[in-house]
């Protein structure tokens, strides 16, 4: 039995490593790729794979990873900021969208009013991962056109809260007003209260005692706990497992350790959402396909037509006028991966039947194998110049991060403090952590040798990141892994000695400062003005020794550095 899953999962991973690659080369994206894959192992394609009831089910806790993932990204600071777009335009066409697809499939196709209070929405939903990677592609997130869509985005993620919700009501026989469900309902509340106050208040502290343990894999099985844990909770008192992450989620988006639990939760949730999708695509029935290509390429276009004559006059409406509205109603115009999640589960309580769930993936593939052809007709209307289109917004002030809080990280952020700039602080030092975010500062717990940690404290927009580890190996290790990753950031970077500093350079640090040094300089200052060294020489002496010292740092072969910062 044992040889059996192997064979199924080696099979799985060498479909997704040769399909994802391709699909991602030719600008499909990672998600048609896992679904690709999916079609190709399973019962309608090769048949590799025949039973694929096991893997569905594990694949469903890639959809609650996912969910969590999603809680902790959607902070309410983060939504009131953007709130005119998101609650606005994002509601609307949410709200409309659904309405418009939700009605055509009752008068067109006949289906009954519980599915069509589901399918509607779910196909208004578009592939905020998808959509995300394309506007980052082009260079264009932050702008007018970005921005509008990343906000709708935002709106349609907090909307699958929700949808997964409704499923369990919709799917149930008719209720009856009796005291047992009244009941029910209640005691689901009181469990839900339950957890998000047990949530508020203990996992901080256990969160806390685990990393004070200094036990990276014990932390990481605490992450995965948590997420799993609330999961189960809510799926036995009725609501969906990953409502119940979406929950967790929520509950760590302010939390001192939110971006480590992010970091240890992601390789899971990414390798256990690429198994669900892949799930799908051999859930896929290419006979259907095959049998009428043209009514499942017609139901694609009129899909596509409908979200995007809906989302566009709402964008006009709020300010997106012009090609601007028109780029970002064409870029969402395909559904994606939620619809995908609700549709497996709608399928799972019986909600729809066999052959309209295999209607809606393949709806829902097409769509987003159009999707690269939308957005290249998007990116071509926002390039050019229109006379009704509305400014361009700038990009708001990328932070600082500051990756150590130790004695030097500290006092750095103590100045930035003084000058009202806000900074994002990293360290390993749980009880360091602790005593600075109770003095109000933006420090988090996280080991920033795990590029995952720097990517979710959002070095990936940062201006600078300033390095101020006092570990010489770990220093070097995260110049090494910002550098490579992040080619033209600025990185400052503290050093102990002019050989290191000029290792930093060489490693890719775009400036490097020996603590030492500088507090040489200072005590040289203090003991030339103690023995009468005039203010004029005594600058002119300090200022010629910094810059000798500082042109030793820089004569390293550092052209690859500056070529790449460049």
């Avoid at 040889?3 to 060498?14: G, Q, T």
């Avoid at 005692?209 to 609330?230: D, H, K, Q, Y």
Wanted: aromatic fraction near 6%; proline fraction near 4%.
């Amino acid at each position: 039995m044992l040889s059996s899953y192997l064979f199924d999962l080696v099979i799985l991973l060498v479909a997704a490593v040769v399909a994802v690659p391709l699909c991602q080369a030719a600008r499909l994206g990672a998600v048609p790729g896992f679904l690709i894959a999916g079609i190709l192992v399973g019962p309608s394609a090769l048949g590799i794979i025949e039973n694929i009831d096991d893997i569905k089910d594990f694949a469903e806790i890639g959809v609650v990873l996912l969910l969590f993932v999603i809680g902790m990204e959607l902070k309410p600071a983060r939504l009131w900021v953007m709130r005119r777009f998101v609650f606005g335009l994002g509601s609307l066409q949410v709200l409309l969208t659904g309405l418009v697809i939700g009605a055509g499939a009752m008068l067109l196709f006949g289906l009954p009013l519980s599915a069509a209070l589901l399918v509607g929405p779910a196909l208004a939903l578009s592939s905020t991962a998808f959509v995300l990677q394309l506007l980052v592609e082009q260079k264009a997130l932050h702008s007018q056109y970005g921005r509008g869509s990343f906000a709708v985005l935002l709106l349609q993620d907090v909307a699958v809260v929700p949808l997964l919700a409704l499923i369990p009501l919709l799917a149930a026989p008719v209720i009856s007003a009796g005291e047992g469900m009244a009941l029910k309902l209640l005691v689901s509340l009181a469990v839900l209260a339950l957890v998000v106050v047990g949530g508020r208040y203990l996992l901080h502290p256990v969160l806390h005692r685990v990393a004070m343990s200094g036990n990276p894999e014990v932390f990481t099985a605490s992450a995965v706990l948590i997420v799993l844990g609330t999961a189960l909770v809510t799926e036995h008192v009725g609501f969906s497992m990953a409502m119940g992450a979406f929950l967790a989620g929520l509950l760590m988006s302010d939390s001192a350790y939110r971006h480590q639990v992010m970091a240890e939760i992601k390789p899971f949730r990414g390798l256990l959402l690429g198994l669900f999708f892949m799930s799908m695509g051999m859930s896929l029935d290419l006979g259907r396909l095959f049998e009428a290509p043209g009514l499942a390429l017609g139901l694609m276009g009129l899909l596509v037509a409908t979200k995007v004559l809906v989302l566009w006059p709402l964008a006009h409406a709020f300010g997106l006028r012009g090609r601007t509205g028109l780029a970002v109603a064409l870029v969402l115009g395909q559904s994606g991966e939620f619809a995908l999640v609700l549709f497996a589960l709608a399928y799972q309580s019986a909600l729809i039947d066999q052959p309209l769930f295999q209607e809606l993936l393949v709806v829902v593939l097409l769509s987003m194998l159009v999707t690269p052809l939308l957005a290249h007709l998007a990116r071509k209307l926002v390039q050019t110049p229109h006379r009704d289109e509305g400014p361009h917004e700038s990009p708001l002030p990328a932070p600082v991060v500051i990756a150590g809080y130790g004695r030097v990280g500290h006092r750095i952020g103590e100045i930035f403090t003084i000058a009202r700039q806000p900074f994002v602080a990293l360290d390993l030092d749980a009880a360091l952590v602790k005593k600075a975010r109770s003095q109000g500062r933006a420090v988090y717990y996280g080991d920033v040798r795990q590029p995952e940690v720097l990517l979710a404290a959002g070095a990936a927009d940062a201006q600078v990141v300033i390095v101020t580890l006092n570990d010489t190996e770990a220093t070097e290790q995260v110049v090494t892994s910002l550098r490579a990753n992040y080619p033209g950031m600025n990185i400052f970077v503290r050093g102990h000695s002019l050989e290191q500093c000029q290792a930093l350079r060489r490693m890719g640090a775009s400036e490097a400062v020996s603590e030492n040094v500088e507090a040489s300089l200072e005590l040289a200052r203090i003991a030339l003005a103690e023995v009468g060294v005039s203010d004029e020489e005594r600058t002119g002496v300090l200022d010629g020794f910094r810059r000798t010292y500082r042109a030793a740092i820089n004569e390293v072969d550092n052209g690859a550095t500056h070529s790449q910062r460049d």
